[in-house]
């Protein structure tokens, strides 16, 4: 089988080479993931210890009862908790862990996250109690312990902290388990029944180009995969074909896009998109023009403002604007991100910017 299939690979490479040298190739791998995978998040609520004066107020309840709890057992009872009324050297967090798509194994480290939730007001110096964390659905099992020096990121942020490796799994968490069938999902932004259906012609080129019967489109964002029955003793061969099948970019017909990220202050736009001619004004856009005047000379200009700009490009007024011409339009829009995505936003709706708009 493995022999046949080499051969059959062979001679479809060879169909396609002078389009593939082309024509980057990604992966199915880097299109995809299997229905099940996916990050999943283990919570708790835990103790910073050791801070120095900058802990939760012990006067409030909610934190004095988590304190005496851990006192009481270490065998340390306690009163009132209202003993802790002058503790400010502990605080309560939330704990959280982010498992990854592949899943983690018993003994395996990851980082885990910290937020106050009270009065404290930094971290620093903190140390993280022991704490138990569990999936955040009701009557999940917790499968995670946490402890470990807290270390800030951001300065900026002194109620939230980061222990790194500090969670250690104390028992499995697998990704789904491969049955004969399965099903592919497409990451959203490839999504497309042209994606889908290169993606099946990919899969079936690489692991079954004799009956090109593993893999069919389901719809958008689903390929079905049947693993052929002389494959099914070696699975894991078998997935290895599947996800390094490669599919042409150019063939998944993806639309054109501007993505924006108004936090970051970015705008992304993929090298399709087109804009027709239009002209814009905006409150904050004022644009200077030196033209020389009708009499006299370049040393004496005359000065002419404007709150109006046409967005030109070096196509002619009925022909659509390219990339280059786009980049070289909004340079001339010297005013804030989130003023440019409101134009983008008008633009789209009237039909003069020929691409999807993405908001971050």
């Known amino acids: 089988m493995r022999i046949s299939k080499s051969i059959a690979a062979l001679a479809a490479a060879c169909c396609v080479w002078a389009t593939a040298v082309q024509?980057?190739?990604?992966?199915v791998r880097e299109l995809t993931r299997i229905k099940g995978e996916g990050q999943f998040m283990l919570s708790g609520l835990g103790l910073v210890a050791g801070l120095r004066g900058t802990g939760d107020d012990g006067k409030e309840l909610a934190v004095a009862r988590p304190m005496a709890a851990l006192y009481r057992e270490f065998g340390n009872e306690l009163a009132s908790p209202k003993e802790f009324a002058k503790a400010k050297s502990v605080a309560l967090v939330w704990v959280t862990c982010t498992i990854p798509d592949k899943g983690a194994r018993a003994d395996d480290r990851l980082d885990v996250v910290v937020s106050t939730?009270?009065?404290?007001?930094?971290?620093?110096?903190?140390?993280?109690?022991?704490?138990a964390l569990k999936g955040s659905l009701p009557g999940q099992k917790a499968?995670?312990?946490?402890?470990?020096?807290?270390?800030?990121?951001?300065?900026?942020?002194?109620?939230?902290?980061?222990v790194r490796e500090g969670g250690r799994m104390f028992e499995d968490f697998l990704g789904p388990k491969i049955e004969d069938t399965f099903d592919l999902i497409i990451d959203a932004p490839f999504a497309g029944w042209s994606a889908a259906s290169q993606i099946a012609?990919?899969?079936?080129?690489?692991?079954?180009?004799?009956?090109?019967?593993?893999?069919?489109?389901i719809d958008e964002r689903?390929?079905?995969?049947?693993i052929p029955a002389a494959e099914r003793t070696d699975r894991a061969a078998f997935l290895a074909d599947v996800f390094q099948a490669d599919v042409n970019p150019s063939l998944l017909?993806?639309?054109?896009?501007?993505?924006?990220?108004?936090?970051?202050g970015a705008i992304i736009v993929t090298g399709d998109v087109q804009i027709?001619?239009?002209?814009?004004?905006?409150?904050?856009?004022?644009?200077?023009?030196?033209?020389?005047?009708?009499?006299?000379?370049?040393?004496?200009?005359?000065?002419?403002?404007?709150?109006?700009?046409?967005?030109?490009?070096s196509a002619n007024p009925a022909e659509t604007a390219k990339l280059a011409d786009v980049i070289?339009?909004?340079?001339?829009?010297?005013?804030?991100?989130?003023?440019?995505?409101?134009?983008?936003?008008?633009?789209?709706?009237s039909g003069q910017l020929h691409a999807r708009i993405v908001i971050d």
């Open 201 to 217: 012609i990919a899969v079936n080129g690489k692991a079954d180009p004799i009956n090109n019967a593993a893999a069919v489109a």
């Open 328 to 349: 070289a339009a909004f340079r001339q829009l010297n005013i804030p991100v989130s003023e440019q995505v409101n134009i983008l936003q008008m633009l789209r709706k």
């Open 23 to 27: 024509s980057p190739a990604t992966t």
């Open 117 to 131: 939730i009270y009065s404290a007001s930094t971290l620093v110096g903190g140390h993280l109690v022991a704490t």
């Open 276 to 313: 027709r001619p239009v002209a814009i004004t905006q409150k904050d856009l004022s644009i200077t023009t030196i033209t020389p005047p009708p009499v006299g000379s370049p040393l004496n200009p005359v000065v002419a403002r404007s709150t109006w700009t046409d967005l030109k490009t």
């Open 253 to 264: 017909d993806l639309p054109a896009q501007v993505v924006v990220n108004q936090r970051l």
């Open 222 to 226: 689903i390929v079905r995969i049947t």
């Open 143 to 162: 499968i995670m312990l946490a402890e470990g020096a807290v270390e800030l990121e951001d300065t900026a942020l002194p109620t939230n902290g980061r």
